[in-house]
């Protein structure tokens, strides 16, 4: 159910190629040219996240030399008011955003490479995080937050309907046809027309790379086998009418599940309390159970994650690393941050998430049949670490959502729309003098 803003794209007028390491972009304030700031500074801070602001206050008494001034910036404009803010000079050091908008951010030049300042941090962090944050190999920010995908199932319907909780996606696709058969009302799985992000799961978990950092270039992979694997199983759920269509954007989405007219979702860690308050009916009938995956030998899951970017103009690049840290991967900072009381949502990217996951699982929507603490914990270790977000990701996603309207109502083959979004995505990035080729 991710969801990603749409965003208007600038121009990069310098950027003749986009090397391994974003050097072309990266802008002139370079994060490794200051790496121990002296003295008492001051970092201005824009989030949007429940809880954030009182872990600013934490940190601010503990640490007098580094004050950090919160801004609330909620708002579906904020990222148009970021770039804005870039290129008046008035930026924030530091700011919340997700993994795509930090990869379009970094491409436009808009955020300071910080690559050395942050290097004794990344131990902390899963592969799959720091990529998050180092787009073409390039670091711009600090890992925040981690969405790991798994499965919850009405484990009452599955009985009645004499299946199980699927270990991959075909089994999935078994399932739902065997529901079907016994009651065309029930679906087994549900996806909006108007969000694609079903396929960015299941093509992360196939193995593709839709973009992959190469030398100099971008290698562009909508059409390699693995990405069209993952298509194929979206064909697979259109073809054989075994999906509702729920739109994530109605405020009644949940009665499908929690009436029982679907009865199957991936979901992940921000969801559960959401799903605690608008399941009565259901509530307690649910387990979790593992992402189904493509390879059970190899098996692996997504997770969209959120950052601390540092803005282009930031002078205190090291510092504005420390607070991130801090805030994201001390105990001190997660113990709290993890608490449903906060209403963060946050789970942690940090490696090792076991001291952070019991307290996040809502006893009374779980039947505790299944253990639902090992299944968020081995989500969190399945992530796929090949996944990378391109320099146009953002606008490719709002491309995408263009067509997959067409995909669900049968219009148009999963195929045809990858297809295009190849064709797409090279001629947009070629455009911008970002050298790419379609992968091999």
Not at 116 to 126: D, E, G, L, R, W
Not at 144 to 163: C, E, H, N, V, W
Request: proline share 5%; hydrophobic share 40%.
């Amino acid at each position: 159910m991710s969801k990603f803003r749409n965003r208007a794209l600038v121009p990069v007028a310098a950027a003749a190629s986009l090397s391994l390491l974003l050097s072309a972009c990266s802008g002139s304030d370079d994060g490794d040219a200051a790496p121990g700031t002296k003295g008492n500074v001051t970092l201005e801070f824009w989030s949007w996240t429940d809880g954030i602001e009182a872990q600013t206050e934490v940190w601010n008494k503990e640490h007098p030399e580094t004050q950090v001034k919160f801004v609330n910036a909620a708002g579906e404009t904020v990222y148009q008011k970021l770039r804005a803010a870039v290129n008046a000079g008035t930026a924030p050091c530091l700011s919340k955003m997700d993994g795509a908008n930090l990869a379009n951010f970094a491409a436009d030049g808009l955020l300071t490479d910080i690559t050395k300042v942050s290097a004794p941090y990344k131990a902390k962090y899963t592969t799959a995080a720091w990529n998050a944050v180092s787009p073409g190999g390039t670091t711009f920010g600090i890992p925040m937050g981690s969405s790991p995908l798994f499965t919850a199932y009405r484990a009452d319907l599955f009985q009645k309907y004499g299946i199980e909780a699927p270990k991959t996606w075909e089994d999935l696709i078994a399932a739902g046809k065997k529901v079907q058969r016994k009651d065309k009302n029930v679906k087994i799985y549900n996806i909006a027309g108007e969000d694609p992000s079903t396929l960015v799961d299941l093509s992360w978990e196939s193995g593709a790379q839709w973009y992959k950092a190469a030398g100099d270039h971008w290698e562009i992979g909508f059409t390699t086998p693995e990405a069209l694997e993952a298509g194929d199983i979206i064909q697979q759920f259109v073809d054989n009418d075994l999906t509702s269509s729920a739109s994530y954007a109605d405020p009644g989405v949940f009665k499908t599940w929690d009436r029982g007219k679907t009865i199957a979702m991936t979901t992940s860690t921000w969801q559960l309390p959401i799903y605690n308050t608008n399941f009565p009916k259901s509530k307690g009938n649910w387990q979790l159970a593992d992402s189904p995956v493509f390879d059970t030998a190899k098996p692996r899951t997504s997770s969209n994650f959120d950052t601390t970017a540092v803005l282009k103009g930031c002078k205190y690049p090291d510092r504005a690393a420390q607070f991130a840290a801090w805030m994201s991967s001390s105990k001190e900072s997660l113990t709290t941050l993890t608490d449903p009381a906060s209403k963060s949502g946050l789970f942690p990217a940090v490696k090792d998430v076991s001291p952070y996951v019991d307290k996040i699982i809502p006893t009374e929507m779980f039947n505790g049949k299944s253990d639902s603490a090992q299944v968020i914990t081995t989500a969190a270790a399945r992530v796929g670490e090949q996944w990378q977000y391109g320099p146009n990701y953002a606008a490719m996603y709002s491309e995408m959502q263009k067509q997959w309207g067409r995909v669900i109502k049968k219009e148009l083959r999963v195929k045809d729309m990858l297809t295009s979004l190849q064709k797409w995505t090279l001629d947009d990035l070629n455009h911008k003098g970002i050298k790419a080729v379609a992968a091999g």
